[in-house]
């Protein structure tokens, strides 16, 4: 099992950078593929990017692709998320999850969730 911790967001101009950081616990973190997901109000839960545990191949969705940038740390058990040209329509609660299997776009094949953390970009 494992347990993940958000932290890096926050209030941030159109235009602006953020980099999230998700820190997990427990054993064996380099097992894990790791995604973050976003869930804006009123909205599903959005696939944002992930990164597999063997060969930290990386995946996005459309509307982060050139901007977001996911990146991991198997030494320090942390992955990152890097965001620049923010727009307000990434305004969101972000979520760090990991997965031991299944499709890494799908939500609902994530074993494990991190509590969120709020991204606001101003226009």
């Known amino acids: 099992q494992v347990q993940l911790v958000e932290s890096g967001g926050g209030l941030v101009q159109a235009g602006g950078s953020l980099r999230l950081s998700c820190a997990a616990s427990?054993?064996?973190?380099?097992?894990?593929?790791m995604g973050w997901f976003r869930q804006a109000p009123g909205k599903e839960r959005e696939f944002v990017t992930a990164i597999t545990r063997s060969d930290g191949r990386t995946y996005y969705g459309d509307s982060v692709k050139g901007r977001f940038t996911i990146f991991r740390d198997d030494a320090k058990n942390t992955v990152y998320l890097q965001m620049h040209s923010l727009k307000p329509e990434d305004t969101a609660v972000y979520y760090c999850?990991?997965?031991?299997?299944?499709?890494?776009?799908?939500?609902?094949?994530?074993?494990?969730w991190g509590q969120g953390t709020q991204v606001t970009v101003s226009s």
């Open positions: 999850a990991a997965q031991s299997y299944g499709s890494i776009r799908l939500s609902s094949e994530y074993q494990y």
């Open positions: 427990g054993r064996t973190f380099s097992s894990y593929t």
